[in-house]
């Protein structure tokens, strides 16, 4: 099973990235490679993305998540505040995201700090969800270990009920997240393994500097 696994491989070959086709605004070049990535009918949520956290012992972990919005001050994501990456983006204030979009053979790397948005920002998003999706914000007690299923899907019922023919309210441990990039890698497959990677660092908050990487 090992060797089989040890021979699975895929030598990308449907495009390059040349500094002469990438903006000098590493977000004006997300932007693009996210509208190509919506564009693609083989990408079912071309908003999906990994965010990496650190514990305060240094231990990191990761899951998959959905990017809310975008704009030249970041990246948006919401959850739980009381769950694993919820206290642990508070606790450190800094976070990875990786895009991987494989039919297009591209990935984006980001790091940055990390910030909650405000309540107003919040409120305004919890009341666009749909009302089940607002109801299971409330439900679940994120990353916290629960007894059965049953346990769960008692709550939705009972908050179904406490909550008919009302407005539900965002709950306070609930909210959205802002990261603000430092870095942002741009990464092409190729063959060979030569894949081209360029990075945008930023420079005393203000400006980008860009640097090809080896693959």
């Known amino acids: 099973m090992m060797m089989h696994v040890a021979n699975l491989r895929q030598n990308y070959t449907k495009a390059g990235l040349h500094e002469d086709d990438v903006s000098d605004d590493p977000m004006a070049q997300f932007a693009t490679w996210f509208q190509q990535a919506t564009e693609t009918a083989e990408i079912r949520e071309p908003n999906a993305m990994v965010v990496s956290t650190v514990n305060a012992e240094g231990k990191p972990s990761a899951r998959v998540v959905l990017l809310k919005d975008f704009s030249e ?4 994501f919401f959850t739980n505040y009381t769950s694993q990456k919820g206290t642990e983006l508070m606790a450190t204030q800094y976070g990875a995201i990786v895009f991987w979009w494989e039919p297009l ?3 984006v790397r980001i790091e940055g700090t990390v910030e909650k948005l405000t309540p107003e ?6 009341a666009s969800r749909p009302r089940k999706s607002q109801i299971g914000a409330w439900a679940s007690p994120q990353s916290q270990a629960i007894a059965n299923r049953e346990f769960l899907e008692q709550r939705f019922k009972d908050l ?3 909550y008919a023919d009302k407005d ?4 306070d441990h609930w909210g ?5 990039p430092e870095k942002i890698e741009f990464w092409q497959g190729r063959p060979s393994r030569l894949h081209d990677r360029l990075v945008f660092t930023l420079q005393d908050d203000r400006t980008w500097q860009r640097q090809r990487l080896a693959p």
């Open 176 to 180: 959205g997240f802002l990261v603000r």
């Open 121 to 126: 920002q919040s409120d305004a998003y919890f």
């Open 73 to 76: 001050a970041g990246f948006t």
């Open 160 to 162: 179904e009920a406490e």
């Open 168 to 171: 539900i309210p965002r709950p």
């Open 105 to 107: 053979e591209r990935q």
